[in-house]
DNA sequence: AGTAATTTGTTCGTATGTATC
DNA sequence: AGATACATACGAACAAATTAC
Protein backbone atom coordinates (compact mmCIF):
# COMPACT_ATOMS: atom_id res chain seq x y z
CA UNK A 1 0.00 0.00 0.00
CA UNK A 2 1.50 3.18 -0.91
CA UNK A 3 1.51 6.37 1.27
CA UNK A 4 -1.75 8.14 0.75
CA UNK A 5 -1.28 11.89 -0.11
CA UNK A 6 -2.65 13.86 2.86
CA UNK A 7 -5.92 16.36 2.82
CA UNK A 8 -3.47 19.20 3.35
CA UNK A 9 -1.62 17.82 0.33
CA UNK A 10 -4.98 17.37 -1.58
CA UNK A 11 -6.69 20.76 -0.59
CA UNK A 12 -3.33 22.08 -2.20
CA UNK A 13 -3.54 20.02 -5.44
CA UNK A 14 -7.03 21.48 -5.56
CA UNK A 15 -6.03 24.57 -4.91
CA UNK A 16 -3.25 24.29 -7.75
CA UNK A 17 -5.72 23.09 -10.40
CA UNK A 18 -8.38 25.32 -9.87
CA UNK A 19 -5.77 27.97 -10.26
CA UNK A 20 -4.21 26.64 -13.49
CA UNK A 21 -7.80 26.21 -14.95
CA UNK A 22 -8.26 22.57 -14.76
CA UNK A 23 -11.20 23.26 -12.88
CA UNK A 24 -12.70 26.66 -14.46
CA UNK A 25 -14.97 29.21 -12.26
CA UNK A 26 -18.64 28.22 -12.28
CA UNK A 27 -17.34 23.91 -12.84
CA UNK A 28 -18.42 21.45 -10.84
CA UNK A 29 -15.76 19.14 -9.42
CA UNK A 30 -15.77 15.48 -9.26
CA UNK A 31 -18.14 14.06 -6.53
CA UNK A 32 -16.64 13.00 -3.29
CA UNK A 33 -16.36 9.85 -4.35
CA UNK A 34 -14.77 10.09 -7.65
CA UNK A 35 -12.39 12.24 -6.04
CA UNK A 36 -12.06 9.49 -3.30
CA UNK A 37 -11.36 7.19 -6.40
CA UNK A 38 -8.73 9.57 -8.68
CA UNK A 39 -6.48 10.06 -5.22
CA UNK A 40 -6.78 6.36 -3.76
CA UNK A 41 -8.05 7.98 -0.09
CA UNK A 42 -11.40 7.93 1.60
CA UNK A 43 -14.27 9.95 1.41
CA UNK A 44 -14.12 11.39 4.40
CA UNK A 45 -10.37 12.84 3.61
CA UNK A 46 -11.40 14.46 0.46
CA UNK A 47 -14.19 15.84 2.78
CA UNK A 48 -11.71 17.31 5.29
CA UNK A 49 -9.62 18.78 2.24
CA UNK A 50 -12.93 20.54 0.65
CA UNK A 51 -12.89 22.16 3.98
CA UNK A 52 -9.60 23.75 3.84
CA UNK A 53 -10.46 24.64 -0.12
CA UNK A 54 -13.91 26.09 0.71
CA UNK A 55 -12.37 27.73 3.39
CA UNK A 56 -9.87 29.32 0.89
CA UNK A 57 -12.65 30.84 -0.79
CA UNK A 58 -12.54 29.08 -3.85
CA UNK A 59 -15.26 26.16 -4.07
CA UNK A 60 -18.65 26.32 -2.43
CA UNK A 61 -20.61 23.21 -1.56
CA UNK A 62 -24.17 22.82 -2.05
CA UNK A 63 -25.75 19.40 -0.92
CA UNK A 64 -27.46 17.73 -3.31
CA UNK A 65 -26.06 19.10 -6.40
CA UNK A 66 -21.93 19.28 -5.73
CA UNK A 67 -18.91 21.54 -5.56
CA UNK A 68 -18.55 24.37 -7.49
CA UNK A 69 -15.63 26.44 -8.45
CA UNK A 70 -16.13 30.21 -7.16
CA UNK A 71 -15.91 33.30 -9.46
CA UNK A 72 -12.67 35.44 -9.14
CA UNK B 1 -28.71 18.31 24.59
CA UNK B 2 -27.80 21.67 22.86
CA UNK B 3 -26.93 22.02 19.57
CA UNK B 4 -22.99 21.66 19.38
CA UNK B 5 -20.68 24.11 17.51
CA UNK B 6 -19.59 23.53 13.81
CA UNK B 7 -15.96 22.91 14.06
CA UNK B 8 -16.18 25.94 11.49
CA UNK B 9 -17.39 27.94 13.94
CA UNK B 10 -15.12 26.34 16.93
CA UNK B 11 -12.72 27.74 13.80
CA UNK B 12 -13.85 31.26 13.56
CA UNK B 13 -14.51 31.44 17.83
CA UNK B 14 -10.72 30.81 18.27
CA UNK B 15 -9.61 33.02 15.31
CA UNK B 16 -11.31 36.14 16.58
CA UNK B 17 -10.03 35.36 20.20
CA UNK B 18 -6.24 35.45 18.97
CA UNK B 19 -7.37 38.60 16.91
CA UNK B 20 -8.07 39.70 20.25
CA UNK B 21 -5.15 38.83 22.16
CA UNK B 22 -6.75 35.92 24.37
CA UNK B 23 -4.27 34.01 22.91
CA UNK B 24 -1.26 35.84 22.40
CA UNK B 25 1.43 35.06 19.49
CA UNK B 26 3.83 33.01 20.80
CA UNK B 27 1.48 31.69 23.47
CA UNK B 28 0.06 28.00 23.59
CA UNK B 29 -3.31 26.95 23.16
CA UNK B 30 -4.95 24.85 25.45
CA UNK B 31 -5.08 21.06 24.69
CA UNK B 32 -7.42 19.36 22.53
CA UNK B 33 -8.82 17.68 24.85
CA UNK B 34 -9.50 20.80 27.47
CA UNK B 35 -10.78 22.44 24.05
CA UNK B 36 -13.11 19.62 24.16
CA UNK B 37 -14.03 20.20 27.36
CA UNK B 38 -14.38 24.03 26.95
CA UNK B 39 -16.87 23.95 23.62
CA UNK B 40 -18.63 20.88 24.87
CA UNK B 41 -17.44 18.38 21.33
CA UNK B 42 -15.28 15.71 20.38
CA UNK B 43 -11.65 16.08 20.29
CA UNK B 44 -11.88 15.10 16.63
CA UNK B 45 -14.07 17.74 16.04
CA UNK B 46 -11.16 20.87 17.75
CA UNK B 47 -9.20 19.04 15.44
CA UNK B 48 -10.75 19.80 12.45
CA UNK B 49 -11.44 23.45 13.68
CA UNK B 50 -7.49 23.57 14.67
CA UNK B 51 -6.87 22.73 10.37
CA UNK B 52 -8.50 25.36 9.48
CA UNK B 53 -6.79 27.64 12.16
CA UNK B 54 -3.56 26.13 11.07
CA UNK B 55 -4.28 26.30 7.26
CA UNK B 56 -5.19 30.52 8.20
CA UNK B 57 -1.75 30.84 9.45
CA UNK B 58 -2.47 31.68 12.62
CA UNK B 59 -0.99 28.64 14.94
CA UNK B 60 1.43 26.13 14.48
CA UNK B 61 1.02 22.59 15.97
CA UNK B 62 4.19 20.76 17.30
CA UNK B 63 3.40 17.04 17.99
CA UNK B 64 4.48 16.40 21.91
CA UNK B 65 4.49 20.29 22.87
CA UNK B 66 1.37 21.91 21.97
CA UNK B 67 -0.04 23.94 19.35
CA UNK B 68 1.30 27.67 19.61
CA UNK B 69 0.10 30.94 18.31
CA UNK B 70 2.45 32.29 15.09
CA UNK B 71 3.94 35.36 15.16
CA UNK B 72 2.36 38.61 13.31
C1' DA C 1 -47.63 13.95 -5.26
C1' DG C 2 -44.21 11.09 -3.49
C1' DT C 3 -40.51 8.17 -2.92
C1' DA C 4 -35.98 6.71 -3.79
C1' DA C 5 -31.25 7.74 -5.13
C1' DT C 6 -27.54 10.90 -5.10
C1' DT C 7 -24.56 14.25 -2.95
C1' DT C 8 -22.76 17.21 0.37
C1' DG C 9 -22.54 18.64 5.67
C1' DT C 10 -21.29 17.44 10.15
C1' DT C 11 -20.21 14.92 14.34
C1' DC C 12 -18.23 11.21 16.53
C1' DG C 13 -15.20 7.40 17.58
C1' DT C 14 -11.24 4.33 16.49
C1' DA C 15 -6.66 3.25 15.11
C1' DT C 16 -1.97 4.29 14.26
C1' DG C 17 2.05 7.11 14.07
C1' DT C 18 5.28 10.60 15.69
C1' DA C 19 7.21 13.87 18.89
C1' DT C 20 7.96 15.56 23.41
C1' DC C 21 8.53 15.35 28.35
C1' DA D 1 9.91 3.24 29.84
C1' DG D 2 5.76 5.54 30.22
C1' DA D 3 2.55 9.37 29.83
C1' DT D 4 1.08 13.19 27.22
C1' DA D 5 -0.07 15.65 22.91
C1' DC D 6 -0.59 16.45 18.20
C1' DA D 7 -1.11 14.39 12.99
C1' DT D 8 -3.72 11.81 10.07
C1' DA D 9 -6.68 8.29 7.98
C1' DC D 10 -10.77 5.74 8.14
C1' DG D 11 -15.50 4.49 8.80
C1' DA D 12 -20.31 4.90 10.91
C1' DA D 13 -24.28 7.54 11.54
C1' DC D 14 -27.44 10.97 10.60
C1' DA D 15 -29.11 15.35 8.41
C1' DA D 16 -30.41 18.23 4.54
C1' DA D 17 -30.85 19.51 -0.30
C1' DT D 18 -31.39 18.16 -4.88
C1' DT D 19 -32.62 15.27 -8.67
C1' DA D 20 -34.84 11.42 -11.11
C1' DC D 21 -38.68 8.75 -11.89
Redesign the interface.
Known sequence: MPIPMS??QI?DDLTERIRAGEYPPGSRLPTLRELAGLYSVSVSSIQ?AQ??VK??GLVLGSPGRGVYVADR
Open positions: SRARELDR
